[in-house]
C-alpha cells in the first residue's frame, strides 16, 4: 500500500505542558518501500508511527492508504482497517499471557475470521526459529523469543504494511539478520510496504529510504 501523510501534527498536554511530540511534517511512502525512522530517543519516532498506523490521533493532518484516509473519527473503521492491512510489531511485544505462543500468532486470522494458513505460518515459524516453543506461554518464553512470536503473529494475516517499532531491540545479531531477512522478503514476496522505527545504523542503511525525526520534526535522511 501507498501512504501519505499530510501536514501531520501530533500534540500532547496544553499551555505550559504544550509538547510538540510531532511537528507538522509531510511526506510519501510507496508501495513495497522499506523505510527506517530514525532519531534519539524521546524524538517522536514511536509517536509518527502510532499515528500512521491508526493507533493515535493526530492533532492536525491526515493519513492515506492507497487513496482513502484513515478513518479516524470511527474507531470501529479504524480497528477493522488495521486488522486487514497493518501488521504491527510493538516493542514491548504485547503477546496475551494467557495464550500459548501459536495461539497469539494466530490470533488476527481467528479476529478476522479467517482461515488459518497453517503452512504459511509454519514458514514464518520455522524462519524465526520457534518452532518449539508454539506450546510454551510468553512467560516461559525469552524476551528473543517473545519478540518474534510478535512478528510471526504480525505476519499472519498478510499485510498490506508493517510497521515494526525497533523489531530487533532484543535479538542477539544472528537473530536480528535473520529477522531483517524475514521482514524483507516477505515484504518484497508480499509486496508489502516496511516502516521500522530503529536505533540500529547497520538496520537502517539496509532500508530503500530513511526518515529522521528530532525534537518531532521530520526530515530525510540520517542528520
Same mark, same amino acid.
Request: with cysteine; hydrophobic share 35%; aromatic share 4%.
Given at each position: ?75 470501529? @473503521?479504524?480497528? +477493522?482497517?488495521? &486488522? =486487514? ?8 511485544? %504485547?503477546? /496475551?499471557? !494467557? ?84 521482514? @524483507?522478503?516477505? +515484504?518484497?514476496? &508480499? =509486496? ?8 540500529? %545504523?547497520? /538496520?537502517? !542503511? ?18
Amino acid at each position: 500500500m501507498k501512504i501519505e501523510v499530510k501536514n501531520l501534527a501530533k500534540n500532547y498536554g496544553e499551555g505550559d505542558t504544550l509538547v510538540h511530540a510531532v511537528k507538522k511534517c509531510s511526506f510519501t511512502i510507496s508501495q513495497g518501500e522499506h523505510i527506517a525512522i530514525v532519531g534519539p530517543s524521546g524524538s517522536g519516532k514511536t509517536t509518527l508511527l502510532n499515528v500512521m498506523g491508526g493507533l493515535d490521533y493526530p492533532t492536525e493532518g491526515e493519513v492515506i492508504y492507497d487513496g482513502d484516509k484513515l478513518p479516524f473519527g470511527n474507531e470501529n @473503521k479504524l480497528a +477493522s482497517f488495521r &486488522l =486487514k492491512n497493518i501488521g504491527r510489531v510493538f516493542q514491548a511485544y %504485547n503477546l /496475551i499471557p !494467557e495464550l500459548t505462543a501459536y495461539e497469539n500468532i494466530i490470533l488476527p486470522a481467528l479476529i478476522n475470521s479467517a482461515k488459518v494458513d497453517k503452512e504459511y505460518i509454519g514458514a514464518v515459524v520455522s524462519l524465526l526459529e520457534i518452532d518449539d516453543r508454539l506450546r510454551h506461554y510468553p512467560s516461559e518464553l525469552s524476551g528473543g523469543q517473545q519478540q518474534r512470536v510478535a512478528i510471526a503473529r504480525a505476519l499472519t494475516n498478510k499485510p498490506s504494511v508493517m510497521l515494526c517499532d525497533e523489531p530487533t531491540g532484543n535479538l542477539d545479531e544472528k537473530s536480528t539478520e535473520a529477522v531483517m531477512s524475514l521482514l @524483507k522478503r516477505t +515484504s518484497n514476496e &508480499l =509486496k508489502c510496504t516496511l516502516v521500522i522505527v530503529t536505533h540500529d %545504523n547497520g /538496520i537502517a !542503511e539496509q532500508m530503500d529510504r530513511i526518515i529522521t525525526i528530532k525534537d518531532g520534526s521530520v526530515t530525510e535522511g540520517r542528520n
